[in-house]
């Protein structure tokens, strides 16, 4: 696979979560207790194997620079450039001075400063650079903000609290094969001025993953919603874990594995659980055999197996387990952390 770089919009001003955002960018919001979404966007970068990233920045940029420098802590490894704009003149501008810090025709990944989602960015990057088009956005299901009702006839059949629409948005983050050409447009809003361009000249292919994590965060409200869901979340490498239930006398974990990646190889001392697979497919990898698994399968894993859960397609499983919460010892890491 070619090199690829990053870019983060992170510039705006974020006037819809004042007045958190008069002192700190939208970016550096915190979803989880120290965990920005620029926190989360630089790991997803990271953990594809990205290895440079253009911060395009604008309003109080320093406050980027000071948290991150040139790639620090847990972000070591990421190299991080800052391309400020002077003057805020939309996202057309703030990519247009990123390309041209960038140079040359090197290919890039190109996400908002403000979305937080599950997204295959390793896959994207594969999916576009095998296409015939110059340039591929990320779309998504658009969710209803509203509850809906069916009817048939004159009767009210059923209510259904806001669900997936056969629609799709663009979900916010872009692959280029190497510089666009922005035409006549020095500025604006690239989604509205270059894009409906692109599309009429059959230059804009798309990538979706259905069913994944998405969320924009733009309000008050959509930061409650991204908060409540990082309560008990925790990224990982390949994915995330999550907190469903923790009693004295069992656990419950729901686990989300990226296409291609794997956890650890590992092993549990105290630890009895029971894997069951609500979608996607893979293998569990033991020292001297694999299971494979698909959707509705059960599998289990007694104390001192050594093992790691590999994801041939987006798997989601619920692990039900005995309450040992911590019990995971881990015998090799497949990436840093």
């Given at each position: ?52 990233v253009y ?17 620090k802590g ?166 995330y874990e ?96």
């Amino acid at each position: 696979m070619t090199e690829t770089v990053g870019m983060i919009l992170s510039g705006g001003f974020g006037k819809r979560l004042k007045p958190m955002t008069e002192k700190i960018p939208k970016p550096l919001v915190e979803i989880k207790d120290n965990y920005t979404i620029m926190d989360k966007q630089l790991l997803d970068f990271k953990n594809a194997g990205i290895k440079e990233v253009y911060l395009l920045t604008g309003f109080l940029s320093e406050k980027i620079e000071e948290r991150y420098g040139g790639g620090k802590g847990r972000y070591e490894g990421i190299k991080l450039h800052y391309v400020i704009e002077d003057e805020p003149l939309g996202t057309l501008n703030a990519i247009r001075l990123g390309m041209d810090k960038l140079g040359g025709e090197k290919q890039c990944i190109i996400r908002n400063g403000d979305v937080v989602s599950d997204l295959n960015i390793k896959k994207m990057i594969s999916q576009g650079e095998q296409s015939n088009y110059p340039f591929s956005i990320f779309i998504t299901q658009m969710q209803s903000p509203y509850g809906i009702v069916e009817i048939n006839g004159d009767r009210l059949v059923s209510f259904k609290e806001k669900p997936l629409l056969d629609y799709y948005i663009n979900g916010g983050v872009y692959f280029s094969k190497g510089t666009i050409n922005f035409g006549e447009f020095e500025n604006g809003d690239i989604e509205k001025t270059l894009f409906p361009i692109m599309a009429r000249e059959n230059k804009l292919t798309y990538y979706k993953e259905d069913g994944l994590f998405w969320m924009a965060i733009d309000t008050n409200k959509e930061l409650e919603l991204i908060q409540k869901e990082y309560e008990n979340r925790t990224d990982k490498p390949w994915g995330y874990e999550k907190v469903l239930i923790y009693t004295d006398k069992y656990l419950t974990k729901e686990l989300f594995i990226k296409e291609g990646y794997q956890t650890s190889f590992h092993y549990h001392e105290n630890k009895d659980e029971t894997m069951y697979i609500t979608n996607g497919a893979g293998y569990i990898e033991f020292e001297d055999k694999k299971e494979y698994f698909g959707k509705n399968d059960t599998i289990r894993i007694e104390p001192g197996i050594r093992h790691s859960i590999v994801a041939t397609e987006n798997t989601t499983l619920q692990e039900v387990s005995t309450p040992f919460l911590d019990d995971t010892i881990r015998v090799n890491d497949f990436y840093s952390r």
